[in-house]
Nanobody, 120 residues
Framework: QVQLVESGGGLAQPGGSLRLSCAASGSILSISSMGWYRQAPGNLRELVAD???????NYADSVKGRFTISRDNAKNTVYLHMNSLKPEDTAVYYC??????????????WGQGTQVTVSS
């Protein structure tokens, strides 16, 4: 099986920064896209940013210029650097990975989520 474990959430002040990390482990052959999604109370889960194995990135308009996604393919880890945080960034952030396991099957995996709260 495959596990995605997030870390780095917490409380930040408006204008502050946080860094999220997500490490994938288990019976992994390869990982194509990895990304971050978020879900605020009463809202649908939305894409924040994703990155391909080749490093091509994609961002939601609401975070462009403030958030940076990166990954370390050797460590099966994806990061989200969040700067200039706003109260509206408050949400549970989920890591996602499209993973090929040792059986050859591609599947979609999710982390358990980490809370990010932006408040003064």
């Amino acid at each position: 099986q495959v596990q995605l474990v997030e870390s780095g959430g917490g409380l930040a002040q408006p204008g502050g920064s946080l860094r999220l990390s997500c490490a994938a482990s288990g019976s992994i052959l390869s990982i194509s896209s990895m990304g971050w999604y978020r879900q605020a109370p009463g809202n649908l889960r939305e894409l924040v940013a994703d990155i391909t194995s080749g490093g091509v990135t994609n961002y939601a308009d609401s975070v462009k210029g403030r958030f940076t996604i990166s990954r370390d393919n050797a460590k099966n880890t994806v990061y989200l650097h969040m700067n200039s945080l706003k109260p509206e960034d408050t949400a549970v952030y989920y890591c996602n990975g499209i993973v090929r396991v040792v059986t050859g099957t591609w599947s979609d995996y999710w982390g358990q989520g980490t809370q990010v709260t932006v408040s003064s």
